[in-house]
Structures are given as C-alpha cells and as structure tokens.
C-alpha cells in the first residue's frame, strides 16, 4: 500500500469546462504540485516556472503548449497570475473552501500522479493524469465498498467523452504500469449467462478492493477472479 497519502481536492465543475483531456492533466498537475505549498486565504497558490513544468513531465514540444494551456486555464477562471518576477510566477487557483463545498469534489492522490509521471512522458503524461482526473470523479471515499469502481464501462466513456477503444487502452496502460489496483472477474448476468470484466480501485484502496470482492454483497455477482 503507498504510504504517500498527500491527495489533491478538484472542484467537480472542472469536468463541464471546455477543457481537453491534456489541458484538465495540465491542470491536474498544477493543483498537485501547489498542494505541497501553503494555502494563504483560502487560495491555493503554486510559485513556478514554465522551465520547471516542461522539466518535470519531460515535455519536448516547446514552451508554446505550456502558455497556451495557461492562459486557457486563466480564460476559464480557473487560475489567475498574480505576479511575475523574472521567469517565475505566481499561480492562484480559484476555488475555495466555499466553492468546493458548494459544486463538490473529488480527490486525486500523489502517490498515483507521481506513478504517472515516472511511468509516462510529456503530452502522454498529461492525457493519463487527465483520465486519472476523470476516474477519480466516479469514485466516493464514505463508505468501504464506494472507493471500488465496479460499473460498467460505458459509465466512465460518458464521463471522460472519450472512444471506448481510448478508455480501453487507457485502463490497460493503468493495470500494466501498477497505477490502479484491479481484478479481473467473472460475473453472472443471469443463471446462464455471464461475462468478464475488471474492477477497479486506486492502489491505496487495494485492501478494500480484496475485501469487496470476498464479501460479494456489492455490485456485481462475482462468481470467479480470472487475474
């Protein structure tokens, strides 16, 4: 289980913006990277450079993309630069404790951001943290079996607009780079028919995961675990 449990709070309405699937990673790593900083009145604020940004992700396509995505996310309202001294600048995101309790939230957690970006490079690393983003919005931390995503998979193509061929290869890379914790299942339909699908949770959720499928009171009617 990853010891690192820093996680990252995302305002749901981020998911209605006119946002790509690299601009919300984008903004997914900004708001991961500020949550290691302090919050001064409620904002959240990250002191950075666009050098650092492209550095971190390995991003080889220039600095042009990385402004663009920064000043798509200042016309949405979604950040503000506050200053700028030199080539550093001050981020300000915009939501709040009042806004976030108000719209609601889903958490994104750093031990699977940093998975992504050891795993992944530059646009690539961004996509997969903005699918990331879009799992992350199905899941629900109150009770024990609401941490596991156990839906169908079209539930999470309509999330995330994106082709099921997509979502697939997306859910293929997560289970071969150890990003999410799954099970493949075989479950029953009716009496004579069933079929195999995976079930999901983040990693730091594994335990819970196990225990949802022993207990098989949820969810689907898991009748054998394939993998």
Known sequence: MPKNMLFAIIDTTILSKDLSNTELGFYILLKAKAGRRV???????????????????????????????IKK???????????????????????????????????????????IIDSSNGKQTLNYLGFYAYFRSTIFEQTKTSSVYDKPLAYLVNACKTPESTVRLYLQWFRENEILANFFVRVMRTETNWYNK????????CQKLVKYIDDGRYGSVITEVLE
């Open 198 to 205: 995976y079930i999901y949770a983040d990693m730091h959720d």
């Open 39 to 69: 919050i001064d009145g409620n904002q959240l604020r990250l002191s950075t450079t666009v050098g650092k940004l492209t550095t971190q992700i390995n991003w080889r396509l220039g600095t042009q993309p990385i402004t663009k995505m």
């Open 73 to 115: 996310l200042q016309q949405l309202k979604l950040i503000e630069i506050e200053r700028v001294h030199g080539k550093t600048m001050d981020i300000v995101f915009l939501d709040d404790e009042q806004s976030l309790l108000k719209n609601g939230y889903f958490k994104v957690y750093g031990h699977s951001i940093k998975a």
